[in-house]
Structures are given as structure tokens and as C-alpha cells.
Nanobody, 126 residues
Framework: QVQVAESGGGLVQAGGSLRLSCTVNGRTVSSVAMAWFRQAPGKEREFVATIRSGSGTTYYSDSVKGRFTISRNNLVNTVYLQMNSLKPDDTAVYYC???????????????????WGQGTQVTVSE
């Protein structure tokens, strides 16, 4: 059984940093594609970043490019989202997701992902 669980959210001031973690059970993170999405109050869930299986190629949304970094640690089977220079607009529930397929050209779409965590709240104050 595959399980995905996020941690590391919290309250931070604008300009600060947070690191989110996503632990995976049932699959090795290097063999699957992993992604972070987020959902702000009153808005639809949106793609943030992904790290693909094998080579670990990464992609980011334009809104976080240059500020956020997705990475993985195969030894502890965990994916991270390092978030720097946080803005109030980054306030959202952040979700980790797992895609079992070997290749996807639509990695930014929610329906590409098979397993989701419960989410972790990130709040950025002014």
C-alpha cells in the first residue's frame, strides 16, 4: 500500500524560509515522479513543482521558480520542498503527490497523480 505524508508547514514572516518534507511508503521515491501542489483559500489547487523519476529532472511553476527547490533523498525515501523568500501569496495548504507512470508530459495536472497526502498548512504573514 502506498502512503504519502507531508510535514513541515507552519507560520513564517514574509521573506523567510520553510522546508516541507514528504515521506513515502510503498514506493521508492527515485522510481516514481513526485510533485508538490498547493491550494489557497477560495482558489483551485495549483501545481508548484515536480521531480521526475530516474534522472530527477525538475520543473517549477513560474510563480515559485527561483525561490523554491524540490529535491529527494533516496536513503530516507523523502521528497523536500525548500521554500525561500516567502511571500504572503504563498499562503496555502501544500500537498505532496505521487505519479506511478514512467513518463508524463502533463506533470502539472492533478489527474496525473495517483496518491496524495493530507496536506500541510503554510502561512506567510506580512
Amino acid at each position: 500500500q502506498v502512503q504519502v505524508a507531508e510535514s513541515g508547514g507552519g507560520l513564517v514572516q514574509a521573506g523567510g524560509s520553510l522546508r516541507l518534507s514528504c515521506t513515502v511508503n510503498g514506493r521508492t521515491v527515485s522510481s516514481v515522479a513526485m510533485a508538490w501542489f498547493r491550494q489557497a483559500p477560495g482558489k483551485e489547487r495549483e501545481f508548484v513543482a515536480t521531480i521526475r523519476s530516474g534522472s530527477g529532472t525538475t520543473y517549477y511553476s513560474d510563480s515559485v521558480k527561483g525561490r523554491f527547490t524540490i529535491s529527494r533523498n533516496n536513503l530516507v525515501n523523502t521528497v523536500y520542498l525548500q521554500m525561500n523568500s516567502l511571500k504572503p501569496d504563498d499562503t496555502a495548504v501544500y500537498y505532496c503527490a505521487l505519479d506511478r507512470s514512467l513518463y508524463s508530459s502533463t506533470y502539472y495536472k492533478e489527474n496525473e497523480y495517483d496518491y496524495w497526502g493530507q496536506g500541510t498548512q503554510v502561512t506567510v504573514s506580512e
